[in-house]
């Protein structure tokens, strides 16, 4: 029988969150996942990892349509 539990550690023991049907005494064997989805995340915290970590050419600034769209004639 495969589950995914939700589970909370107090320390000692994993508690589940909600009632679950398995037989007491016995082994089971389970792998443990933080669920790093509840922890708050900073937007700008994001954004200063990911600073520096994309290149880019140079004239990226005054060519974007090209980069964007191609050799289209973007004169009009």
Known sequence: ???QLTVIFDGEVF???????????????ITVHTDEALEPINAWDVLQELTGTIT??????????HYLYGDKDTSS
């Not at 880019?56 to 349509?65: F, G, L, T």
């Open 1 to 3: 029988m495969d589950a």
């Open 15 to 29: 508690r589940p969150t909600e009632h679950i049907d398995l037989k007491p005494n016995t082994t089971y064997t």
């Open 56 to 65: 880019m050419p140079q004239d990226w600034s005054e060519n974007h349509q």
